[in-house]
């Protein structure tokens, strides 16, 4: 009895979380998988940066949304699919849809560009996820980190990546590096810059010397598309 009461109370609370209507918006408008800074949450919530953040720390405290860290920005976003199932499911109730999320990053930057030293922008972003499909990477120990599985050593061992002389370097081996382009995550640490080297010495896309935007070339998409099924 005092389980079923604890759950009551649990989803009570979810409930109250959910049912402010400015926390509503912030959480709606990350339903489409993209992540959002307070100062976005505050303006779509039509709400004081002051009291977005409140709203915020009251959808982290019910394990509805997640921060990451990113630099010097924090980033926010739904805690998990089975947040965005109860969404979904409200909308259908409520009738509603939603807009999708438009970046406003030039275009040049956002199709490819560098992150620090690996590949990020929709070219990056579109990498990420193939390699989580096919099974290439999976979840490490710590958040946000990839190992690379025995099908992804076979795949990066053809494009002449050494993973256990890229995983013995001083540095992150591989995780998820939020984009802030797409919102979505592209592929950082060792693994990341490994790539990235691969394809510029391989001349699939070449660099600015003046900014960070990466030109695909005509080989780079035939290339992409014969190795990872992607399509730019």
Known sequence: MDTELDTDRAASSIASAIGEPARARMLYCLLDNHARTSTELAVLAEVSPSTASVHLNRLKDAHLVKVLVQGKH?????AG???ADVLEGLSVLAGTA?????PNTPN??????TCYDHMAGT??????????TMEWLSAGDCDNSYDVTPKGIKMFQS????VDKTRALRRRFAFACLDWSERRSHLGGAMGAALLKVALQRKWVTQDLDSRALSITRQGRRELWNRFGVRV
């Open 74 to 78: 924090r980033y926010y976003r739904l």
């Open 81 to 83: 699919d089975d947040v």
């Open 98 to 102: 939603r807009d999708t999320f438009v």
């Open 108 to 113: 040049r930057l956002r199709a490819a560009r």
């Open 123 to 132: 070219l990056g972003v579109l990498l990420h996820d193939r390699f989580r």
């Open 159 to 162: 494009l002449n990546i050494d």
